[in-house]
């Protein structure tokens, strides 16, 4: 109940911060975009988990500011950052969607609005496997609607939400993100590599582009480039990152 209060706040008085991680081709090692992850600290209980802060905003009513507030300032970022010598972010922002946006109606005229002076092809929608599949006939309505708007689409956490090949197909996602419970322990796990190499497979089959993510060791990213992972994120190649200190590592000076 304090927490729903207080993260209230957070959102209206902009306490909320978003933090970057970079986003990288595993043949060229070189920058595809950056997933812009929110972050809280609150004064008395220290940085608080998104795990525990967007259920809770999902439940109490406070997503659409919450996630309204990300794009938002997801768009600025992207302006400030065109803006500065060097040229901005390449590719693209990738956004975390919760189901509860996904299913407005405006959800593609309304990401325009917040957004506005930043073309669509710089925005990458995140929305977890298991939210394209709470009502998944909706979800193909939608993706075609946000592709035409022209965002890219990709599915979150995959291999955690059992979608069936026959939506996976009719979701015309660009990308699938390799849930990290996979990526772990890849090098150890036979049946968790068998997974890996499935899911990257199929995503091949299906002209998706894959990118593995909690890559933490370079065994790791090497063995997910050898088995045809297009993109990687996660502590070997970055931590998340306030924007400041990511432009200064990742941003062209
Ligand atoms: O960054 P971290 O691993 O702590 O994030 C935990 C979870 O919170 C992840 O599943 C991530 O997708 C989710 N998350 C982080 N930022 C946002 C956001 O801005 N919107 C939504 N809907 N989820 C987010
Ligand atoms: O669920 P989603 O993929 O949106 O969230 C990504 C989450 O994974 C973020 O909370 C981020 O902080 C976390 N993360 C990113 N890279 C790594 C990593 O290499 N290892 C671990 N354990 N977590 C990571
Ligand atoms: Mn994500
Ligand atoms: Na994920």
């Not at 706040?9 to 902009?14: G, M, N």
């Not at 992850?37 to 525990?52: M, N, T």
């Not at 968790?192 to 995503?203: E, G, K, L, N």
Request: charged share 20%; net charge negative.
């Amino acid at each position: 109940q304090r927490m729903t209060e207080r993260l209230s706040t957070a959102i209206t008085e902009h306490q909320l911060e978003l933090y970057f991680q970079p986003q990288v081709n595993l043949t060229s090692g070189r920058l595809t975009g950056a997933e812009a992850l929110c972050r809280w600290y609150d004064a008395e209980w220290g940085w608080v988990s998104p795990c525990e802060f967007i259920p809770l905003a999902e439940e109490r009513g406070l997503i659409r500011a919450l996630g309204d507030w990300v794009l938002e300032k997801s768009a600025k970022q992207l302006i400030t950052w065109r803006n500065q010598p060097g040229g901005g972010l390449p590719g693209r922002l990738s956004i975390n969607i919760s189901a509860q946006q996904f299913a407005d109606p405006e959800l593609s005229s309304h990401i325009a609005q917040l957004t506005s002076g930043v073309p669509p092809s710089a925005i990458a929608l995140e929305l977890t496997e298991s939210d394209f599949m709470r009502d998944p006939d909706q979800a193909v309505n939608i993706t075609h609607t946000m592709r035409q708007a022209g965002y890219s689409l990709s599915i979150d956490d995959f291999g955690t939400g059992y979608s069936s090949l026959s939506y996976l197909r009719r979701f015309a996602a660009d990308a699938l993100k390799i849930d990290i419970s996979f990526v772990r322990e890849m090098l150890e796990n036979k049946n968790d590599r068998t997974i890996v190499q499935t899911i990257i497979a199929m995503a091949q089959a299906l002209e998706m582009k894959t990118v593995a993510e909690g890559v933490e060791t370079q065994e790791q990213a090497r063995l997910l480039a050898e088995m045809g992972c297009n993109e990687a994120q996660g502590y070997w190649f970055g931590r998340p990152l306030p924007a400041d200190e990511f432009a200064a590592r990742w941003l062209a000076p």
